[in-house]
């Protein structure tokens, strides 16, 4: 109560109420309902962006160069502890032919309520209508074992076709994520408004996401674009 006190008195004295999305919009005012109106008046609600430099489209036919590229980086990168790229990854990225396949990309921590088993449990389907599809993994997390030994358990074929990368600091993710087809982000979780939404559409890839709290404000912006 001393935390919604303060809060309700910073809110009160402030000139404007500025909110990333819809969704926590509404938990606002579900926790102050008596505040609705006055506060309504001088709320606003101002998306996440991406800087397009950054994140910027690769053509279909450029992807093997820029695979290439992130290679050669990936020989002089060196990062910290759980916070850098399988040491393998180059070798993961050769196993792919960029010019031909449909990538799947999840980029995330790799927590339970991420639905990154969901991903992969659905990527058999994916893979028996679309041979050239292959699924892609970015990020650290506890329950990276599990998942593997998920991806493992639909045996060596399955397993071959989804590829874990480990860490990726942005001046990498940023050559990797434009060479995929479609970005998935299956959180079980609600999330306020996550910014791979923006940094996939960015750089060119559809993503496809859980359809509630933030990132269904996220979806209805992006679609009401298309």
């Known amino acids: 109560e001393p935390l919604r006190l303060a809060a309700r008195n910073a809110v009160d004295a402030a000139a404007a109420l500025i909110v990333g999305n819809q969704s926590v919009t509404d938990r606002i005012w579900r926790l102050f309902p008596e505040r609705?109106?006055?506060?309504?008046?001088?709320?606003?609600i101002v998306s996440v962006g991406v800087d397009p430099?950054?994140?910027?489209?690769?053509e279909p036919e450029d992807r093997a160069a820029a695979i290439t590229?992130?290679?050669?980086?990936?020989?002089?990168?060196?990062?910290?502890g759980a916070r850098k790229p399988d040491s393998d990854l180059g070798d993961k990225l050769a196993s792919t032919d960029w010019e031909k396949a449909r990538v799947v990309l999840y980029a995330g921590k790799l927590l339970s309520g991420k639905g990154v088993a969901d991903l992969i449990r659905a990527m058999p389907a994916v893979f028996s209508r679309i041979p050239e599809a292959e699924l892609y993994i970015v990020?650290?997390?506890?329950?990276?074992?599990?998942?593997?030994?998920?991806?493992?358990?639909?045996?060596?074929?399955?397993?071959?076709?989804?590829?874990?990368?480990?860490?990726?600091?942005?001046s990498l993710y940023k050559q990797l994520l434009p060479c995929a087809h479609a970005a998935a982000f299956p959180s079980l979780v609600a999330e306020a408004y996550p910014l791979v939404l923006m940094e996939a559409m960015s750089a060119g890839v559809i993503p496809a996401a859980s359809y509630?709290?933030?990132?269904?404000?996220?979806?209805?912006?992006?679609a009401a674009k298309l």
Request: a negative charge; zero cysteines.
């Open 53 to 58: 430099a950054l994140f910027s489209p690769v």
């Open 212 to 222: 509630f709290e933030g990132l269904a404000d996220g979806l209805d912006e992006i």
């Open 69 to 80: 590229r992130l290679k050669v980086e990936l020989l002089s990168y060196s990062g910290t």
């Open 139 to 170: 990020g650290e997390g506890p329950d990276r074992p599990n998942l593997e030994e998920l991806a493992v358990s639909f045996g060596s074929k399955i397993k071959s076709r989804i590829k874990f990368t480990g860490y990726l600091p942005h």
């Open 36 to 44: 609705e109106v006055d506060w309504g008046i001088k709320q606003s």
